[in-house]
């Protein structure tokens, strides 16, 4: 297995030319272990996001106590393979900010340590308010040409995708509800003359089970 990996190449297409590398590290395309290690070692970062996260104790993470152990543990968090979600508690849209700022910095700086870095371009913030002054808030955050509008560092948006599902920050489902009928959509429409053709119910009703309801 040893020398599986230290004489494993890749071959890339540069121009008109195939030419030949040495991987080095890490695994071949494709190989079956390499979910596995990549979570071994991504979660060691994230790991120490967490306690870092819970020790600047701001109060804006999520935090219940084990009823078993007593100890206060963070559940603010999610992960998925790379795809990350964390959910914070503020008193404003500036406290906001700050929070999401500070979550990214301790997140970089665990990151760097292995070499790897967030994809900026594809992080999103969702941000809800509530009470007194609210809508004020949210203008302040999704309106551009707010005068004293907050910018934040990543896409903000009012739904998000998350784990193949429509997140809204109302908490509604409309936006998941909505996603899944367009999808049923089209997928019936990609089917055509086939649902006028003569091809029995039976089969019909098959393919709308596989193909249109799955789509969902």
């Not at 494709?30 to 071994?40: T, V």
């Not at 808030?137 to 934040?152: I, L, N, Q, T």
């Not at 998350?162 to 367009?182: F, P, Q, T």
Request: glycine share 8%.
């Amino acid at each position: 297995l040893r020398k599986r990996y230290k004489k494993a190449v890749v071959v890339m297409k540069v121009g008109q030319q195939l030419r030949m590398y040495r991987i080095g590290v890490g695994t071949t395309q494709g190989d079956i272990i390499s979910p596995d290690m990549f979570a071994q070692l991504y979660q060691t970062p994230l790991d120490a996001w967490e306690a870092a996260m819970l020790l600047e104790d701001h109060g804006w993470d999520f935090q219940v106590y084990d009823p078993m152990s007593g100890e206060l543990i963070g559940v603010g968090m999610t992960s998925y393979a790379d795809d990350v979600a964390r959910s914070m508690i503020v008193d404003n849209i500036e406290e906001a900010k700050r929070a999401v700022d500070t979550s990214n910095q301790i997140l970089d700086e665990q990151l760097e340590e292995l070499g790897m870095q967030q994809n900026k371009g594809k992080n999103e913030v969702m941000y809800m308010s509530v009470g007194e002054g609210s809508a004020e808030e949210m203008k302040r955050c999704y309106d551009r040409k707010h005068p004293r509008k907050v910018a934040f560092n990543g896409i903000v948006t009012k739904k998000a995708k998350y784990l193949g599902a429509k997140k809204s920050i109302d908490w509604s489902n409309k936006a998941e509800v909505d996603a899944r009928i367009a999808a049923q959509r089209t997928c019936w429409r990609a089917l055509g003359k086939f649902w006028t053709a003569d091809a029995g119910r039976r089969t019909k009703k098959l393919m709308y089970q596989c193909y249109v309801q799955n789509a969902a």
